[in-house]
């Protein structure tokens, strides 16, 4: 059978016309938009990037015055710096080392690594060496204890900027919250008795424990939490940017 044309009185031929350029002007809009969507990812990408790295940069600065203070490490480095001594190697050599055998502990214990931990391994140790190569050594009070205060307080400043980034935790870090998760003990636990047997074991070994260390231990926490909001990223959703408002989930404040 054939159909006739359509006929001039059918409802569709009553519809006014489409204004000229509506749909070029909601192509070019629907563009403008893509276009500003990839443009805020990318900026936000540049930003966790740079506070990644800047941040592990000022974390081995940080731990380079805590050793030229000599009045006592973080836990972890105390065992860095016993090892260091019966080895021959330098602190930063050894943090890489330290820190490329505990990542290989995530395997049994089923943790995915990411950016951030992988660059933590490298980036700090030559990060420390080069600033302990820089750095005049300090022989007194006068000048220690200013080295103590500025590496703690930098520490905190760096542990900021890392763990904001949101780039993956630190290859220790992940130890514990791997032990956490195998055990079903508490991520404070498993922190504090894996710290013990760091620092028992560095000290053995002649790793510098001391008031500094103490220092440390008690202020790294509020000035980590005080560094996390100053430099939380936006997050950027559906082309837009939303301050994050909450802090990443269960962050153990050391790279």
């Known amino acids: ?8 009185n059918w409802p569709w031929r009553a519809l006014p016309p489409k204004p000229q350029g509506v749909t070029q002007q909601a192509t070019t809009t629907t563009g403008g938009r893509i276009l500003s969507a990839q443009g805020t990812t ?3 990408l540049v930003r966790r990037l740079s506070q990644l790295y800047i941040g592990l940069a000022l974390y081995g600065a940080s731990s380079a015055l805590l050793v030229e203070a000599g009045l006592g490490l973080e836990p972890w480095n105390v065992l860095h710096q016993g090892l260091a001594e019966r080895t021959g190697l330098t602190i930063g050599v050894v943090s890489i080392i330290v820190g490329a055998a505990v990542l290989l502990l995530w395997i049994p214990l089923r943790q995915r690594p990411g950016l951030g931990t992988v660059s933590n391994v490298f980036v700090v140790g030559i990060a420390m060496d080069g600033t302990l190569a820089l750095t005049p050594e300090a022989h007194t009070l006068a000048v220690q204890i200013p080295l103590l205060l500025a590496g703690i307080l930098l520490n905190g400043v760096a542990t900021g900027l ?6 993956g935790p630190g290859p220790r870090d992940g130890l514990m919250t791997g032990l956490h998760l195998r055990t079903g003990r508490s991520i404070r636990l498993m922190r504090t008795a894996v710290e013990i047997v760091v620092v028992v074991t560095g000290f053995a070994l002649g790793g510098t424990v001391g008031v500094g260390t103490l220092l440390y231990a008690v202020s790294i926490g509020p000035l980590a939490q005080l560094f996390l909001r100053v430099f939380a990223v ?11 408002t909450g802090q990443p989930r269960r962050a153990i404040l050391r790279p």
């Open 1 to 8: 059978m054939i159909s006739s044309p359509p006929s001039p």
């Open 42 to 44: 990318k900026r936000h």
């Open 162 to 167: 890392y763990i904001a980034a949101r780039f």
């Open 234 to 244: 936006p997050s950027a959703s559906d082309g837009s940017a939303v301050v994050a």
